[in-house]
């Protein structure tokens, strides 16, 4: 049999059967101390698809990073058929940082395709197209709620496209849902560049919150066995839930939330899901579901000023 040839990466080469990690050079931060891209390569044995998967776009978002570790020690190059390509820290300065953002309070999610002349967003954007997702049929991108939110785990994307629609429900997370593609996203770049691109959103900021980990570590060995990468790793799928659309209902009023209700709970179209009031008690104003749906978002801090969003519901209609 003979052996597949390397597969090179920057300045690396990852031999097949091997689990390979570098660093793709970024920049260097003010100190002169050098700041770079993490990546591990998985390359199979034999000859396969190529998929990434990626965590911490947004530099609060670590979530993303513990479900890549665990999928790391699942998955072994020496079984594996095709190539497996984790970036656990896309935005490196704001995972250092605590902060959601780049230094220059760039949003690295509208940034792509990116420009290897423009700013760090869009550097650290051209990079990731260039080295990892430009080169993959497959992606699946990690992310959290932000902002004391929380979110149920979930699949997004363009369901009209067959094939995104195939593997968000081989993926296996309670609820799937129809989402437009954002001006400058990873999603977006991905698949103006030819692959299809899963986003991934599950939990809170700062905080591993167990369920959300271990439904995408499932979901993602789901996706790389559907692909014929791996043999099954991962338990049958439980039933997806199918949403068309989504939509935050935001505070009329500035006050206190009162919502007794959790992810993942049924409502219709109209029902009461949480009321707001002032610090004496007296009731400003009530939260209604826009739709028949399933709560997938919400905001765990109480205190909410006019016009801020507060539950997030999928329309199941």
């Not at 993303?64 to 820290?89: D, F, K, Q, W």
């Not at 296996?172 to 692959?195: F, H, K, N």
């Not at 068309?244 to 179209?269: F, N, P, Q, Y």
Request: glycine share 10%; hydrophobic share 40%; net charge neutral.
């Amino acid at each position: 049999m003979t052996r597949r040839p390397p597969f090179p990466i920057g300045d690396t080469t990852a031999p097949a059967g091997r689990r390979t990690q570098t660093e793709l050079p970024i920049a260097r931060l003010m100190s002169g101390t050098p700041v770079a891209l993490p990546v591990v390569v998985l390359h199979g044995v034999s000859d396969g698809p190529t998929v990434w998967v990626n965590a911490a776009t947004h530099g609060d978002e670590i979530i993303g990073v513990e479900i890549i570790r665990r999928l790391l020690a699942l998955v072994h190059p020496g079984s594996l058929a095709g190539t497996l390509i984790t970036v656990p820290i896309v935005n490196v300065h704001g995972f250092n940082t605590g902060d959601r953002y780049l230094p220059d309070r760039r949003d690295l999610n509208r940034a792509f395709p990116g420009s290897a002349r423009g700013s760090l967003a869009s550097r650290i954007a051209h990079l990731m197209m260039t080295e990892v997702v430009g080169r993959c049929e497959v992606g699946i991108d990690l992310h959290s709620g932000s902002d004391h939110r929380a979110n149920l785990p979930q699949i997004r994307g363009d369901l009209s496209d067959t094939r995104t629609l195939e593997l968000a429900m081989c993926f296996g997370s309670p609820i799937v849902i129809d989402s437009r593609v954002r001006d400058g996203s990873l999603r977006g770049a991905a698949t103006e560049a030819g692959a299809t691109c899963l986003v991934f959103e599950g939990g809170e900021a700062y905080r591993f919150d167990e369920t959300s980990v271990q439904t995408a570590v499932d979901g993602i060995l789901r996706v790389i066995h559907h692909l014929g990468m791996i043999d099954d790793l991962a338990p049958a799928a439980p039933p997806t839930l199918l949403a068309t659309s989504s939509r935050w209902v935001r505070a009329s009023k500035s006050g206190i939330v009162d919502c007794r209700l959790t992810l993942g709970a049924r409502v219709t179209k109209g029902e009461q899901m949480g009321v707001l009031r002032d610090p004496f008690g007296k009731q400003l104003g009530r939260l209604k579901a826009p739709s028949d749906g399933v709560l997938v978002g919400k905001l765990l801090h109480p205190l909410v000023n006019r016009g801020d969003a507060v539950l997030n519901v999928a329309a199941t209609e």
